[in-house]
């Protein structure tokens, strides 16, 4: 098992096509929760790991005063909705490898009291599942959040590793 053949693990078993259909139904019914989750129930305004790169002056206001935070537009919301979309699509295909061994799905971690849920661990390594586009992966596939990190990728993970240490 090795993380770093991960995602040409995933190519095989879509180019397989032999999913059961059992495991698929499984993963469209909790796929199903998280579209309930994310379109129908309404979540307070909190610190939160996954925010916790977000500049202080909007996080100060997003938590403090949401009525005067600038609201997502709908293009902002498909995007995240994406995400979510796709985070639960990757943790089920990496299941279906049969390679690599999942841990700790959404396990709820706390550091100085700041909560958060991290995707998984997969063979070892504490993973947040990301979709971007062409030329916002260039950052992640030539190390660059390192000195440019506008959403706080590397706080977040930092923050999720932080918080499974035992």
Known sequence: ?????????IYKVL??????????????????KTLVEKMCEVRKPA?????????DRKLYYEI???ELAT????RALLKFLFGYIIE??????VKQTGKHKVTGEQKEVSVYGVLGHKDANIDGVVVDVKSANSRSYEK???H??????PFGYLTQLSTYLEGSKD
């Open 1 to 9: 098992m090795s993380i770093r053949t991960l995602a040409q693990d």
């Open 15 to 32: 180019e397989d096509g032999k999913i059961p259909e059992k495991a698929v139904r499984e993963f469209s019914e909790s796929l199903a």
């Open 64 to 66: 403090n005063h949401p």
């Open 144 to 149: 660059l959040l390192e000195s440019d990190d």
């Open 71 to 74: 609201p997502l537009d709908g």
């Open 88 to 93: 639960d699509l990757i943790i089920f295909l």
């Open 47 to 55: 610190l939160r790991a996954s925010n916790l790169g977000t500049p």
């Open 140 to 142: 992640f596939k030539h």
